[in-house]
């Protein structure tokens, strides 16, 4: 897969690389994790202030470079989508690759932890933080309001990578509220592929009987809160 695919940006600048480890308040008894090493200015920051790190990286060049800058028995680096496996870790720490933005929020929502703190890119950021009715509001919006209380930290200007993005990003602290399984996030996916819809027709087109008790079935699926979506998809896994 080509760097530019992944959409890699290195994160080089050193104030927000000090912001994102200040802003994570890593103690020294905690395991953290970093999606994407990338050419390791965060891993080499991260790996004094904890108990362990665990570093993953997919580009083998990527992989190769970090392991030669950090060194130490607490860091353990894998050439590997971490995507595709459950580490277990107490704090988060990442400047992610903006293509997996969406991958991250549904993998986060599945796992138990402590605290997350990642950058993102804006327009992301809008979206999973936008309100029920609005143009953006989608189903990674609803993922990532049931399973976490959203804290938006400081914004970080294009400058700060490199290459430089087109768009600026923005420290994002993810703390933990329900976990999700990944029926319950397939279903938010299905139904909001029919966002337009009332919620009586897209459970039919769904395939999954009835709607949940007490929830409104004329009303459209982009209008469900993240509350009502989270009923309506427990109580369906329920029956």
């Not at 050193?14 to 090493?37: C, F, N, Q, W, Y």
């Not at 189903?139 to 309001?145: E, G, L, T």
Request: glycine share 6%; hydrophobic share 35%.
């Amino acid at each position: 897969m080509k760097r530019q695919k992944l959409g890699q940006h290195y994160l080089v600048d050193p104030d927000v690389i000090r912001k994102m480890v200040s802003t994570a308040a890593v103690r020294r008894d905690e395991v953290v994790l970093e999606i994407g090493t990338g050419k390791g200015s965060l891993t080499n920051a991260l790996k004094d202030v904890c108990k362990s790190l665990e570093g993953y990286e997919v580009d083998p060049a990527n992989f190769e470079e970090t392991k030669e800058l950090v060194g130490g028995r607490n860091v353990r680096l894998h050439l590997a989508d971490v995507f595709e496996t459950s580490p277990t870790f107490d704090v988060l720490v990442s400047s992610l690759p903006y293509s997996r933005s969406s991958d991250f929020v549904e993998w986060l929502s599945q796992k138990k932890y402590d605290r997350a703190v990642v950058l993102l890119q804006e327009d992301f950021v809008e979206k999973i933080t936008s309100s029920p009715g609005e143009r953006s509001y989608r189903s990674i919006s609803a993922i990532a309001q049931i399973s976490s209380d959203i804290r938006l930290g400081d914004r970080v200007w294009k400058n700060a990578f490199r290459p430089q993005p087109r768009v600026s990003s923005r420290i994002v602290t993810f703390l933990p509220r329900i976990r999700l399984r990944r029926p319950q996030i397939d279903l938010i996916k299905r139904l909001f592929s029919l966002r337009r819809r009332t919620l009586s027709s897209a459970l039919d087109k769904a395939g999954v009987g009835p709607a949940a008790s007490g929830l409104d079935l004329a009303k459209r699926v982009y209008h469900l809160s993240p509350t009502e979506v989270y009923q309506m998809v427990s109580e369906v896994s329920r029956a």
